[in-house]
């Protein structure tokens, strides 16, 4: 099959296509013939050297996938084979074929093409399993959220509009200011422009918020403290601005706030699998009935994934973007 699988770290210019063997799906896995493939943050990272796949992984990039299931491994259930899926993936999706747990895939709904489909998995089992789970996120709380145009912010948004949080998000520019304000942001903030601190004491009175989503790190945290409530939970999923911090104990003792946060690659399929059969009950009627749906920033053919790199570095990119691999995407 065709795939893009650097020998070694460097630029978007070693995403180039090769030949790797087609994998086989071993027990309990489906075979899922290619359609579209999500580029996440953490392909950048694994392409530079900085995330390499977890034990047993491909070493092929790519954590999401949409496509037709087209062989099952041992013990599957028949129903799967011909399916149209979205996966979620430890590695292996910028390919033609990729080997997944059937308990990873979701089915596609009507409402969704097969790039939208790719564009859902990493970042909703993400921001659910976090902003959700771990942030304990409720009907009515107000969530402070950076990066509000990337793909993790712009899902924040859509399921915070889907379940009920007011959901301020953090931007670099007032075109991307704009764009949140569109997808249902209740407020947005230019932290090149403004200081998120004390705009979020302003739009709270002064009483912070529930939750913090970070996606940023370094000295952000202590200022992220500075927004929570009392009993507030700050959220760590990503380290961009440092993965050191210091921060005030007294202050989060007294005022009982919970610093918790997770990475999802490494974990295990049985949890996976655990999120999907969640989310298959919560979030998927609101996809079904085309409530929930990803913003698609721009698509590239898999051969051009250099481009899709390059513009994911850029940082000028609002919500997804995806690599096209079959002509049915």
Same mark, same amino acid.
């Given at each position: 099959?065709? !795939?893009?699988?650097?020998?070694?770290?460097?630029?978007?210019?070693?995403?180039?296509?090769?030949?790797?063997?087609?994998?086989? *799906?071993?027990? %309990?896995?489906?075979?899922?013939?290619?359609?579209?493939?999500?580029?996440?943050?953490?392909?950048?990272?694994?392409?530079?050297?900085?995330?390499?796949?977890?034990?047993? !992984?491909?070493?092929?990039?790519?954590?999401?996938?949409?496509?037709?299931?087209?062989?099952? /491994?041992?013990?599957?259930?028949?129903?799967?084979? =011909?399916? $149209?899926?979205?996966?979620?993936?430890? /590695?292996?999706?910028?390919?033609?074929?990729?080997?997944? *747990?059937?308990?990873?895939?979701l089915?596609?709904?009507?409402?969704?093409?097969?790039?939208?489909?790719?564009?859902?998995?990493?970042?909703?089992?993400?921001?659910?399993?976090?902003?959700?789970?771990? %942030?304990?996120?409720?009907?009515?709380?107000?969530?402070?959220?950076? /990066?509000g145009?990337?793909?993790?912010?712009?899902? #924040?948004?859509?399921?915070?509009?889907?379940?009920?949080?007011?959901?301020?998000?953090?931007?670099?520019?007032? !075109?991307?200011?704009? #764009?949140?304000?569109?997808?249902? !942001?209740?407020h947005v903030?230019n932290?090149?422009?403004?200081?998120?601190?004390?705009?979020?004491?302003?739009?709270?009175? %002064?009483?912070?918020?529930?939750?913090?989503?970070?996606?940023?790190?370094?000295?952000?945290? *202590?200022?992220?403290?500075?927004?929570?409530?009392?009993d =507030?939970?700050?959220?760590?999923?990503?380290?961009?601005?440092?993965?050191?911090?210091?921060?005030?104990?007294?202050?989060?003792?007294?005022?009982?706030?919970?610093?918790?946060? $997770?990475?999802?690659?490494?974990?295990?399929?049985?949890?996976?699998?655990?999120?999907?059969?969640?989310? $298959?009950?919560?979030?998927?009627?609101?996809?079904?009935?085309?409530?929930?749906?990803?913003?698609?920033?721009?698509?590239f053919?898999?051969?051009?994934?250099?481009?899709?790199?390059?513009r994911?570095?850029?940082?000028?990119?609002? /919500?997804?973007?995806?690599?096209?691999?079959?002509?049915?995407?």
């Amino acid at each position: 099959m065709r !795939a893009i699988d650097p020998a070694e770290p460097g630029g978007p210019e070693v995403l180039t296509i090769v030949e790797r063997p087609t994998p086989q *799906p071993a027990q %309990g896995e489906v075979l899922i013939r290619i359609a579209a493939a999500g580029v996440n943050r953490p392909d950048v990272l694994q392409r530079t050297g900085g995330y390499p796949p977890p034990p047993g !992984a491909s070493s092929i990039p790519g954590l999401e996938i949409s496509g037709e299931v087209v062989a099952l /491994g041992e013990g599957v259930d028949l129903h799967w084979l =011909g399916q $149209s899926v979205c996966a979620l993936l430890a /590695g292996g999706g910028y390919a033609e074929y990729a080997a997944v *747990p059937a308990g990873q895939c979701l089915p596609v709904p009507e409402a969704l093409s097969m790039v939208e489909a790719a564009a859902l998995p990493e970042t909703l089992f993400t921001v659910w399993t976090n902003l959700f789970e771990r %942030g304990y996120a409720a009907d009515g709380d107000t969530v402070l959220v950076h /990066g509000g145009t990337s793909g993790i912010g712009t899902m #924040a948004i859509l399921l915070g509009r889907v379940f009920g949080l007011e959901v301020i998000v953090t931007v670099g520019s007032e !075109a991307k200011a704009r #764009a949140a304000l569109d997808l249902g !942001a209740a407020h947005v903030i230019n932290y090149r422009t403004e200081d998120f601190v004390e705009r979020v004491a302003d739009i709270t009175g %002064g009483k912070g918020v529930s939750v913090v989503l970070d996606m940023v790190g370094g000295d952000y945290v *202590p200022r992220n403290i500075k927004c929570l409530a009392e009993d =507030g939970r700050h959220v760590s999923i990503a380290v961009q601005g440092g993965a050191s911090a210091t921060v005030p104990l007294w202050d989060i003792m007294r005022r009982r706030l919970t610093l918790t946060g $997770s990475t999802l690659r490494a974990r295990d399929a049985a949890f996976k699998e655990m999120v999907a059969d969640e989310l $298959s009950r919560t979030v998927w009627p609101h996809v079904e009935a085309g409530r929930l749906r990803p913003v698609i920033d721009k698509t590239f053919p898999l051969d051009r994934a250099d481009e899709a790199h390059r513009r994911m570095e850029a940082g000028d990119h609002v /919500g997804k973007i995806v690599l096209t691999v079959a002509s049915t995407a």
